[in-house]
């Protein structure tokens, strides 16, 4: 049992008087108030995009599948000093004209998405690629997959560089 003891100033005729105060109670209260507000607070949960993957393929047949058009695609890629480029062309066609410039102020980013989609011969399996460098931070990452979101499209894919694109990305940001 706690206790504190406080003694009274001995002035004149008066006595020394002991006074105990029994702590225990009050720190029971403390434990019980804490306790409380543990079970009554609202903890934050984490705030997460859901990402969509396909389901592996438990038979693949690279040799049967289809080449993909690159009308029914659009790739972006996040470079460094925020800077974002886009295109639609094939390894072989792909150049310093073909790779295109933008950013990510406005709605410019959801109107080339729209633009795209609508020039697709095929818009059920249109796709949003989306390659960041090395030297792209990830606050453009987040950005670019926010701006999939407000475009309403949900078939976008993350992947790497290819070394066709780097090339071509390395010869503009130079």
């Not at 105990?20 to 108030?33: A, H, N, Y």
């Not at 393929?57 to 690159?70: G, Q």
Request: net charge positive; glycine share 4%.
């Amino acid at each position: 049992m706690a206790e504190v003891i406080a003694q009274e100033k001995q002035g004149g005729k008066q006595r020394k008087k002991l006074i105990r105060i029994d702590m225990t109670p009050m720190v029971d209260l403390g434990f019980l108030l804490i306790t409380f507000f543990m079970f009554t607070t609202n903890f934050t949960k984490p705030n997460v995009m859901d990402l969509g993957l396909p389901a592996k393929d438990p038979n693949p047949d690279p040799i049967h599948t289809p080449p993909i058009d690159v009308r029914n695609q659009i790739t972006f890629i996040l470079g460094k000093d925020n800077r974002i480029f886009y295109h639609q062309s094939s390894s072989e066609n792909l150049n310093t004209s073909n790779l295109k410039e933008t950013d990510l102020s406005g709605m410019n980013v959801p109107k080339l998405i729209a633009e795209a989609y609508n020039k697709a011969p095929r818009k059920e399996i249109f796709t949003i690629i989306i390659k960041p460098t090395d030297e792209s931070n990830y606050k453009n990452f987040v950005d670019m997959l926010d701006n999939v979101t407000i475009a309403k499209k949900e078939r976008y894919g993350v992947t790497d560089i290819k070394p066709w694109e780097q090339k071509v990305y390395n010869e503009l940001t130079k």
